[in-house]
């Protein structure tokens, strides 16, 4: 008995399935070091494989991955887990790469992606610059000489990170100054690039931030100053250069988190604290925090922006903060809390409808028989924040899960309604599109070819002095503009043919992924992340939910509607 992955598999004769257009994922990365202008640069890498799918007639690059400042030594990435999600989904399957150095320099893990992991998936691999791609059979013999190359890289990667280390280590135990990845708030590089120096227009906002603190005034009243009086946050200012909001720019608001890293870094008093991760690649070390007495302080370096007096008291305070919350954490039950609270099964899909923020989870209460009773809800984070500049729309989790379990079912049910459907009558209408198509293609090609006919005969003419120079130019030009018509017409012709092939594509894996997930008796992690894109809560509790596939679902509709109308 076929198993049921495989009930789909053969939705299209054997010839439309060798066409089928490979629908590609762009990966690009750029270490931290390495130069934004030159060959690797995120552009040239874009270009080059924009410019290959192109040529090719069996890809599209539908996304697109980037690791902007990400090292290649190991694979935890954003990007790359990112795109290996949507392998899994079904949402891509075929990676392009620059080179194989983009890819990853580490070599053990490498290999085993390019010769186990993706083959295992049915993932096309193709590295540019290196001429390789998996689909194509010569390529095999290549596989010794891509490993030998992976390890070069490697090998070039452990003795950057071992004379870069050791550069760094000399540098700590001399206390010499090197800058950060990241300027501190309210400094900038001097004209030598050197060493800090005061960036006035951001300083006068740590000087106030460290004044209001001082004087008793909450992190989060401080935040909702700084937002009142328009000021951009830190990572706004280093992107804009301004300290307040400008035309144009999205006013967003200050954490306290980021106010907290600003009140206990001593950069402001003129000291830098150094050595506070360590990583060695050549040695096989993660990234680990160092203990404190390990750390080097680097004291005197650079102006300072406040008095060591301001900064001890602002320290005081801070400490005085955490020791009364950590009093009422055990006083209370926010421990017992937290742990409901583990695993947040709508993390990165639930917003709020009116201001786009995140909707954050939370301890609500409510009164049944007069007793008040703990559930868990979601809140507005902007409301949660700033009371004034959103509504405070809740709703809880229990009722939530509820109406996105029968949206789920109720479409699952839909599937299992349309399953024949779409095995029949859909793929033989999918079919007669493709023929109809390939039918208006070669007309338009038998078109192109008397014309081209007409056109070498009245050359002839011409050129044996039977025809004017003008009638064979007027003749000239008219040729032209239909030679052009026509090739518009086969390129209008082949995108709404990719286009077929890929709404085919997407149903087959629409079928698989939906199914997947039927027989649960309740909401799961797994429906949200395989049924689920994003979830818009507005203040009246109203919800707008976009499913995955949703384009699927809509093609299927207008099918149906269309048929019973025929």
Not at 478 to 492: F, T
């Amino acid at each position: 008995m076929a198993r049921t992955a495989e009930r789909y598999l053969d939705l299209r004769p054997d010839k439309e399935r060798e066409e089928t257009v490979c629908r590609a994922g762009n990966y690009l990365r750029l270490s931290v070091d390495s130069d934004y202008t030159g060959s690797d640069s995120l552009e040239n890498q874009r270009r080059l494989a924009r410019e290959y799918a192109d040529r090719a007639s069996d890809i599209q690059i539908v996304k697109e991955y980037i690791d902007d400042g990400k090292t290649g030594t190991n694979f935890e990435r954003p990007a790359f887990a990112r795109m290996m999600a949507d392998l899994r989904q079904g949402e891509i399957d075929c990676i392009i790469v620059k080179d194989l150095s983009r890819f990853g320099r580490a070599y053990t893990e490498a290999g085993s992606y390019i010769e186990k992991v993706f083959p295992f998936l049915g993932v096309r691999f193709i590295s540019i610059v290196d001429r390789y791609d998996s689909s194509d059979p010569e390529c095999d013999k290549e596989l010794l000489l891509l490993s030998l190359k992976n390890l070069m890289h490697e090998m070039y990667a452990k003795d950057i990170s071992k004379k870069v280390g050791s550069i760094y280590k000399i540098k700590q135990e001399k206390k010499v100054f090197y800058r950060s990845s990241t300027l501190p708030y309210g400094y900038k590089m001097d004209q030598a690039g050197k060493n800090y120096c005061i960036d006035e227009p951001a300083a006068e906002i740590v000087r106030e931030i460290f004044a209001q603190y001082r004087k008793g005034t909450s992190k989060y009243v401080i935040c909702q100053q700084l937002f009142e009086r328009q000021v951009l946050t830190p990572a706004q200012y280093r992107k804009t250069g301004r300290v307040f909001r400008g035309d144009g720019d999205e006013l967003k608001i200050w954490h306290a988190s980021s106010l907290e890293r600003i009140l206990k870094n001593p950069v402001y008093i003129g000291n830098v604290l150094r050595h506070k991760t360590e990583q060695s690649f050549f040695e096989g070390k993660k990234s680990s925090a160092v203990p404190d007495e390990e750390r080097v302080l680097i004291t005197e370096n650079h102006p300072a922006l406040i008095s060591a007096e301001v900064f001890e008291e602002v320290q005081d305070r801070l400490g005085c903060m955490r020791e009364e919350y950590a009093g009422y954490r055990s006083r209370s039950d926010v421990v017992k809390e937290s742990k409901v609270f583990e695993g947040n099964i709508f993390q990165g899909k639930l917003f709020c409808g009116k201001c786009g923020a995140n909707m954050i989870r939370r301890v609500g209460y409510h009164h049944v028989d007069g007793q008040e009773v703990r559930h868990k809800e979601y809140m507005c984070d902007t409301y949660n924040r700033l009371p004034a500049k959103c509504s405070p729309g809740r709703i809880e989790e229990k009722e939530l899960c509820a109406i996105l379990y029968a949206a789920i079912r109720k479409h699952l049910s839909l599937i299992k309604g349309m399953k024949k459907l779409v095995e029949r009558d859909v793929r033989y209408s999918f079919e007669a599109r493709m023929q109809k198509l390939e039918g208006e293609k070669q007309r338009i090609r038998n078109c192109k070819a008397i014309t081209e006919q007409e056109y070498l005969e009245k050359y002839a003419r011409y050129t044996a002095g039977t025809s004017s120079r003008e009638t064979f130019q007027e003749f000239r030009r008219v040729y032209l503009e239909k030679m052009n018509s026509y090739q518009e017409q086969l390129e209008e012709l082949d995108a709404e043919g990719k286009k077929v092939k890929r709404n085919i594509a997407s149903i087959k894996n629409m079928f698989l992924t939906w199914s997947a997930v039927d027989g649960g008796r309740k909401l799961t992690e797994d429906m949200v992340n395989s049924c689920i894109e994003r979830i818009d809560v507005f203040p009246d509790k109203r919800l707008e939910v976009k499913l995955r596939y949703h384009d699927c679902f809509d093609l299927l509709e207008k099918w149906v509607e269309g048929e019973k109308e025929a």
